[in-house]
């Protein structure tokens, strides 16, 4: 039996999940919070859901989705262009790379894997922004950055489940 024109436009937009609740959690991460300072060590929610679907979904987010979106979020945050996108890329390789070990986890383990992927991340970011800026910034940011966003992994974590069995399990 052939696939009717709306079964596969239901499958196509189960499809682009990922991309879609990825680049919501962008645009997420960008709403500015009535907390002085908060904005540069804002969490990275945009690396806990690549992180998250290339482990669960790896066909649907392949490095040129994630880079995609990488750039994107470059240009929304009026930053350097390629800097996430390397940065998405980077980590969605090494996520990739050990997708059998996270695949065959706890929730713990899971958490524990995106704390080094953060800590990667961290080491990255501020290798890319002190190299653009010609001299060694402080690390302090993005180190609190990096805790914040460990921090959030559960409850996004938890959000980015339930998008996946209500979306992609059906």
């Given at each position: 039996m052939t696939a009717t024109f709306w079964q596969r436009l239901?499958?196509?937009g189960r499809n682009l999940a990922p991309f879609a609740v990825t680049v919501m959690m962008v645009l997420v991460g960008m709403v500015p919070a009535p907390v002085p300072g908060y904005a540069p060590v804002a969490p990275n929610l945009t690396l806990i859901s690549v992180y998250y679907w290339t482990i669960h979904r790896p066909d649907l987010m392949r490095p040129g989705v994630a880079f995609m979106i990488g750039l994107l979020q470059d240009f929304l945050i009026g930053g350097p262009l390629g800097v996430n996108a390397l940065l998405l890329v980077v980590a969605q390789w090494a996520v990739l790379n050990q997708r059998r070990v996270f695949l065959a986890s706890t929730f713990a383990l899971l958490w524990f894997g995106f704390t080094l992927v953060m800590a990667g991340a961290v080491v990255l970011q501020w290798l890319a922004f002190s190299m653009l800026d010609s001299a060694a910034l402080s690390i302090l940011p993005a180190l609190f950055q990096?805790?914040?966003?460990?921090a959030?992994?559960?409850?996004?974590?938890?959000?980015?489940?339930r998008v996946h069995r209500a979306f992609l399990n059906g």
């Open positions: 239901d499958k196509a990096g805790l914040l966003t460990v959030t992994f559960p409850a996004v974590g938890w959000l980015l489940i």
